[in-house]
């Protein structure tokens, strides 16, 4: 790469850092009384710190000149001092740790929100388990950022500040030199950033790669056992693992190098500061105590200095961290306009749609309407449009040419928004039960159903009579998926949930695949008959359920029509 792409490049990163510095600036602003409290407890610790120097001092001469009863008094003093540093210290971790728990969720919980809030095909191109990184790992890098790394930042400068002028006060060329240290820390902090820069983006894309496969090994278990697959899961396994071992190794040894020039650095101005004493008691030009301060405040001012070297690859974990967070939130929005219609005989007109996933279009100028109140199916072949038809139905994009609107009865009309789907109930493909109990799982189409509501979706479901089998009923815990009931059941209980809605317009994605053919007929005649009956998108692959459909669309040439039945 040129110079100039290299400055390019450098100002680049330098102008994300200052929007990550924003962004964080933002978040922190709610917490600032509780920092500022944290802050000034640190301050008080450096103040305690200093003070036990300069009583150490005063001991170590009172001890020398043989006087007894002052170094009783001044050890007692010393021994207040450690308790009370000692206790400021137990303080600040403990509000560090609440800080830092109650801005992590903060963010967190914002995040979270804004990827439900995001399209829904825009946020699918993330992998889970590479969002769940971000929210956990990226989250508590900014988190801890904020709570410990800024604040002991802060207190170390403050440190050296105070350290530095105590031990003016005592030599003013000893405290020079150990100054001299700062030179070297900044040198390294600069050759430790540039390289953490980008080393720390490849160790959080490796830990997403790792935690991806593990989340979707663990998701897809029984495919994995039908097929053997356990030695290549495990050794896919140790490929990803070993490739984060490369990146974290990297990083680990970028940040050894600068740490032993700073440790280097370190030993020499203790040595210095002993030489320098040593000379000085030699010459009796100090007290024995005043070589103890010698001793004690080089370390104080060489250690901040190291310790703030140190702390950037934090620093820089933290913003590019807050980078990858940054990009959630910049994800496209569902935008909600408030606008709404009577729920009461729904229906939906498409008119000229275009949409493809990628360059091939899915739909090309298409058409259908879906009248109030019918039962409308669409059978055929995977892969020519169903449910991407319901997933323009629903706005789960906005990435579509052409209209969606619904109407009703009385002449009202909106465009597809997810403000409409407060009136659509939808039973998506597979299996999307949550781990908890049934009943749970259920009023999530209606949180304040009642007992009875949920008695008629289970019955128009054909899931009454085996719910009731179970020894606590509709309380009965299952796992993640359904785990502990079959197929069949968790899509009849899914079923259930859309129904007890009382949506006025239902869509059934391959709803009724794991139910046998009398099973699904029996599903179907219960929702018919619910009064008002609602209007029903029925996607599925048997036309044996067209027997209680109005209409039937055909999907062909990336158009739809209308096939009488």
Excluded at 159 to 184: G, H, Q
Excluded at 372 to 388: L, N, Q, R
Aim: hydrophobic share 45%.
């Amino acid at each position: 790469m040129s110079i100039t792409g290299k400055l390019k490049k450098y100002w680049t990163r330098r102008d994300d850092a200052k929007q990550y510095t924003k962004w964080i600036v933002q978040y922190t602003k709610p917490y600032v009384p509780q920092l500022t409290f944290l802050m000034v407890v640190d301050f008080l610790t450096t103040l305690f710190t200093v003070g036990m120097a300069i009583i150490g001092k005063e001991m170590v001469d009172k001890a020398s000149e043989g006087l007894l009863s002052d170094l009783w008094k001044t050890i007692a003093i010393y021994v207040l001092v450690i308790l009370g540093s000692q206790l400021l210290a137990m303080i600040s971790d403990f509000f560090s740790a609440v800080i830092n728990e109650r801005f992590a969720f903060g963010i967190r919980k914002k995040v979270y929100r804004r990827i439900l809030d995001t399209n829904w095909l825009d946020i699918s191109k993330y992998h889970t388990g590479d969002l769940m990184t971000r929210l956990t790992s990226d989250v508590q890098s900014v988190s801890e950022g904020i709570s410990t790394t800024v604040p002991t930042i802060i207190r170390l400068m403050i440190e050296l500040v105070v350290t530095f002028f105590t031990l003016a006060y005592y030599d003013i060329r000893l405290a020079l030199f150990a100054l001299l240290v700062a030179p070297i820390a900044m040198f390294a902090s600069f050759f430790l950033g540039k390289k953490l820069r980008d080393l720390t983006l490849k160790v959080q894309e490796s830990e997403s790669k790792y935690r991806s496969f593990m989340q979707e090994s663990l998701a897809n278990i029984l495919i994995e056992k039908s097929f053997c697959l356990e030695d290549y899961s495990e050794e896919r396994l140790t490929k990803l693992r070993d490739e984060r071992m490369f990146w974290v190794l990297k990083k680990t040894k970028a940040g050894i190098y600068a740490t032993g020039a700073l440790g280097l650095s370190f030993q020499l101005g203790y040595v210095v500061a002993f030489s320098w004493g040593a000379i000085c008691i030699a010459r009796k030009t100090i007290t024995y105590g005043t070589m103890t301060v010698f001793l004690q405040l080089v370390n104080r001012i060489q250690a901040p200095i190291i310790s703030l070297a140190q702390l950037v690859p934090r620093i820089i974990g933290m913003l590019a961290s807050a980078g990858r967070v940054m990009e959630l939130q910049q994800l496209s929005q569902e935008v909600r306009t408030g606008e709404s219609i009577a729920p009461t005989g729904i229906g939906v007109k498409v008119s000229n749609i275009s949409f493809g996933y990628t360059d091939e279009m899915v739909f090309d100028d298409a058409s259908i309407e879906f009248r109030p109140g019918e039962f409308t199916a669409i059978v055929g072949k995977s892969g020519i449009g169903k449910t991407t038809l319901v997933r323009l139905i629903m706005a789960f994009t906005d990435k579509m040419k052409g209209e969606i609107s619904f109407y009703n009865n009385s002449g009202e009309s909106m465009k597809a928004s997810p403000d409409a789907r407060d009136f659509i109930a939808y039973v998506p493909q597979g299996n999307t039960l949550f781990s908890g109990t049934i009943r749970e799982n259920i009023t999530m189409g209606k949180k304040d159903a009642t007992d009875e509501e949920i008695t008629e979706a289970l019955k128009s479901a054909a899931a009454y009579d085996f719910i009731s089998a179970f020894s606590k009923g509709v309380d009965t815990v299952i796992g993640e998926k359904g785990i502990g009931i079959s197929e069949g059941q968790a899509q009849r209980i899914a079923i259930a949930r859309a129904l007890v809605k009382k949506a006025p317009f239902l869509i059934l994605d391959e709803a009724t695949s794991s139910l046998d053919e009398s099973t699904e007929l029996s599903v179907l005649e219960g929702i018919r008959n619910w009064n008002p009956s609602p209007t029903c998108l029925l996607i599925t692959h048997r036309r044996s359920v067209l027997a209680y459909c109005d209409r039937e669309i055909v999907i062909s040439d990336k158009k739809m029509a209308i096939n009488t039945i």
